[in-house]
């Protein structure tokens, strides 16, 4: 059975204090994971996609890194508009149908 | 990438009404994708949208509870039957955003049943 698992489930920083979140995903046959951050009372809004293992995306304090096992998402001196729910997603290869399943997100609160 | 303007974005039900929430695209897409967020947990896929088609359904979803609609390539509704306080939950539309842009979601709706 397909499955994202993310970790921790809560996270707080300091302003400045660099971090990892990470996803532990199985799946049988990876199509594409996906990370997305969620402020509160909106939809989940894109930033990575990652299809294979070794490559990394990088958008300003944010790198996300994947192997056969799992996403890490670095983030480098955050700062309090850094603060979401950051979710983890993986499409599967048999899913042609783009049916993402999700982890149930890591909630990230920077303080100054 | 499309813009997903979704209604409402929240309101608050009866027990035994039905709620249908609408998504509005701004280009054509031939999929749609119906999520429902419940409190504490994971986004999970309710329904895919196709045009011209019927729903498909997630195994645990059922068209009479959830039945869904799919006039033209921009436009879909949901709708949520016989609400029960089981049925609070932000629900959200979702399309491909093309390329390795992923998907792009709706604001979401929060609904919540008294």
């Known amino acids: 059975e397909d499955q994202v698992t993310q970790s921790p489930e809560a996270l707080r920083l300091q302003e400045g204090e660099s971090s990892s979140l990470n996803c532990s995903y199985t799946?049988?046959?990876?199509?594409?994971l996906f990370w997305y951050r969620q402020d509160p009372g909106k939809g989940p809004e894109f930033l990575f996609t990652?299809?294979?293992a070794g490559e990394e995306k990088e958008k300003e304090r944010l790198k996300a890194t994947l192997t056969k096992k799992e996403s890490f998402l670095h983030i480098t001196a955050p700062k309090p508009e850094d603060s979401a729910t950051y979710l983890c997603?993986?499409?599967?290869?048999?899913?042609?149908?783009?049916?993402?399943?999700f982890g149930q997100g890591t909630e990230l609160s920077v303080k100054p | 990438s499309a813009v997903i303007s979704q209604k409402p974005s929240r309101d608050i039900c009866q027990r035994g009404t039905s709620l249908t929430i609408q998504c509005q695209v701004d280009?054509?897409?031939?999929?749609m994708f119906w999520y429902r967020q419940q409190p504490g947990q994971s986004l999970t896929l309710i329904a895919t949208?196709?045009?011209?088609?019927?729903?498909?359904?997630e195994s645990g979803f059922v068209i009479d509870k959830f039945p869904i609609s799919r006039p033209n390539l921009t436009f879909s509704t949901l709708t949520v039957s016989n609400m029960s306080p089981e049925d609070s939950s932000i629900y959200l539309c979702?399309?491909?955003?093309?390329?390795?842009?992923?998907?792009?979601f709706g604001s979401g709706t929060r609904l919540t049943v008294v």
């Open positions: 990652l299809y294979s």
């Open positions: 799946v049988s046959g990876l199509r594409g």
């Open positions: 280009s054509q897409v031939t999929m």
């Open positions: 949208a196709n045009q011209g088609s019927e729903a498909t359904y």
């Open positions: 979702s399309v491909p955003a093309g390329g390795a842009y992923g998907y792009t």
């Open positions: 997603a993986v499409q599967a290869q048999h899913n042609q149908g783009g049916k993402l399943i």
